[in-house]
């Protein structure tokens, strides 16, 4: 968490300002505890994390590990079988997914989900299907073309008919058409050519450094910790470790398990 002043700080950091000159507030997003289970398979096995505002934070972790499950326990598209999420202080875990949406939490899903038979700019529109702000809408499409050029090129094409790399661009453009206050990404450099992965995360870390707060969620652990101020690690349902993301790029059991070191 980063230190606020007192300025900023919340009511509920009284009894810390007056013990402390480091003044803390609590994270946007507070997960504990939290469970999935599929039938008898337990996916995610009780874990802790949280995302402060404003922060970019990486979870990484071999195939199967949980990551995508727990991502969908966030944007509510599965159930939980135990545990808490607060997103700004409130609890979240008994929202439907489009709630979400309206609290501020937009998902880029793993494999993009993309609608097919639509067109870029229908697609874009989409996202921002909570919104009525016409105007403002218009003014977003055109600040994701400026993000993405590609998209503006082939603004009325089929979103079913272009490649792996251009749909995984429209799904980031969808979902910041929501205007969301955070961003949670599901394997946005998978299956992707090298000079498409550049160009993403070239887009992602602007759109973080213009304030979005972001959850990373990455197989590619090096570039993700890269990209991120800090970082969990995810085994088999449960994190394993945890710490500022340039301290995991260099700790040995990362770099053996996830460096290909
Ligand atoms: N729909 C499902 N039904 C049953 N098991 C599932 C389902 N989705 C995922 N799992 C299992 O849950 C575990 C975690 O999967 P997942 O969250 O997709 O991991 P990751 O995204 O880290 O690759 C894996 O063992 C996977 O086989
Ligand atoms: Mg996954």
Redesign the pocket.
């Known amino acids: 968490m980063a230190p606020k002043s007192a300025r900023t700080c919340r009511p509920w950091c009284s009894t810390i300002r007056a013990s402390s000159k480091h003044i803390w507030e609590a994270p946007l997003l507070e997960v504990t505890g939290l469970r ?1 289970a ?2 008898g ?1 337990q ?2 096995r009780g874990i802790n994390f949280h995302v402060a505002e404003g922060e970019m934070v990486a979870l990484i ?12 326990a966030l944007a509510r598209l599965l159930d939980a079988a135990g545990g808490s999420v607060r997103f700004r202080g409130k609890e979240i875990t008994n929202l439907v997914p489009h709630e979400l949406v309206t609290q501020g939490i937009a998902l880029v899903p ?1 494999g993009r989900g993309v609608f097919p038979r639509m067109t870029i700019v229908e697609n874009l529109q989409m996202g921002a299907y909570c919104r009525s702000d016409q105007a403002e809408i218009e003014a977003d499409i055109e600040r994701m073309f400026s993000y993405f050029p590609r998209l503006k090129e082939r603004a009325r094409q089929l979103a079913g008919t272009m490649s792996g790399g251009e749909q995984q661009m429209l799904a980031i453009g969808r979902a910041l058409m929501s205007r969301p206050k955070m961003l949670l990404l ?2 946005p450099s998978m299956g992707l050519a090298p000079i498409m992965v550049q160009k993403i995360f070239e887009v992602i870390r602007i759109v973080a450094s213009e304030g979005m707060t972001t959850l990373l ?1 990455e ?1 590619n652990a090096k570039l993700a910790l890269e990209t991120s101020q800090r970082g969990y690690v ?1 085994e088999s ?1 449960e994190i394993t470790l945890s710490g500022e993301a340039s301290a995991l790029l260099a700790d040995p059991k990362v770099r053996a398990a996830y460096l290909g070191e």
């Open positions: 999935v599929y039938g398979i996916a995610v972790g071999a195939n199967g590990a949980g990551k995508t499950s727990t991502l969908k793993e599901d394997e969620v197989q995810m349902g």
